[in-house]
């Protein structure tokens, strides 16, 4: 059971537009950024999104990020077939003594 | 450029210990933390803890505290996670990653722990 909550999936027709949601709360999302991840079966996860709208410098401007209070969103515009994967959402989270990572329970994002 | 570099795969029994080392290059070493993850098979994400570079300091989820440590050889450019009385449910992919504006910034490659008797 994770933290923060991200839909199982989402699916959407080559060329068309997709966002993936990311639910948390006060002492998550409210308190820190967010950051997200393209995940691709036997290879490392891949930085899409840091602090919830920047992009690294190799990640194209189809890819765009927002947060919202205890919400953040991933959109990605354009689909093509190699964004088949799986997403994750990341924050820090305060609600212990000590702040712990936490990632989404991530979304496999299926192009039709 | 950066890249993080872990050891191989690794088949142990229940009740053994394991080490995945995790080698840094393409920047210096002391500058980020470095953070552990684990990913069970049809399992989320799941944060370990991370060590500071710099100082050997650990931080790590309760989960962990008692099974898992942190070292790192500074001089080696490397960190190394130990995990000590495995379970079978201990059976995941443990990938190692940089932290730079509070992101995961650069991955290592993931390794496979296998815990079969």
């Known amino acids: 059971q994770s933290v923060l909550t991200q839909p199982p999936s989402v699916s959407a027709a080559p060329g068309q537009k997709v966002t993936i949601s990311c639910s948390g709360s006060?002492?998550?999302?409210?308190?820190?950024?967010v950051s997200w991840y393209q995940h691709l079966p036997g290879t490392a996860p891949k930085l899409l999104i840091y602090?919830?709208?920047k992009r690294p410098t190799t990640i194209p401007d189809r890819i765009s990020g927002s947060k919202s209070g205890t919400s953040a969103t991933l959109g990605i515009t354009g689909l093509q077939s190699g964004d088949e994967a799986h997403y994750y959402c990341?924050?820090?989270?305060?609600?212990?003594?000590?702040?712990?990572?936490?990632f989404g329970g991530g979304t496999k994002l299926t192009v039709l | 450029q950066v890249q993080l570099v872990q050891s191989g795969a690794e088949v142990k029994k229940p009740g053994a210990s394991v080490k995945v080392s995790c080698k840094a290059s393409?920047?210096?070493?002391?500058?980020?933390?470095i953070h552990w993850v684990r990913q069970a098979p049809g399992q989320v994400l799941e944060w370990m803890g991370w060590?500071?570079?710099?100082?050997?300091?650990?931080i790590k989820t309760q989960r962990f505290q008692d099974r898992v440590t942190f070292t790192r050889d500074s001089s080696a450019n490397t960190v190394t996670m130990e995990v000590r009385s495995l379970k079978s449910e201990d059976t995941a992919v443990y990938s190692c990653?940089?932290?730079?504006?509070?992101?995961?910034?650069?991955w290592g490659q993931g390794t496979l722990v296998t815990v079969s008797s």
């Open positions: 060590i500071n570079t710099a100082t050997g300091d650990t």
């Open positions: 602090e919830n709208n």
């Open positions: 006060s002492s998550n999302i409210g308190s820190y950024d």
């Open positions: 990341a924050t820090w989270d305060g609600s212990l003594s000590v702040r712990v990572w936490v």
């Open positions: 393409g920047y210096k070493f002391t500058n980020y933390p």
């Open positions: 990653f940089r932290s730079y504006y509070d992101s995961a910034w650069d």
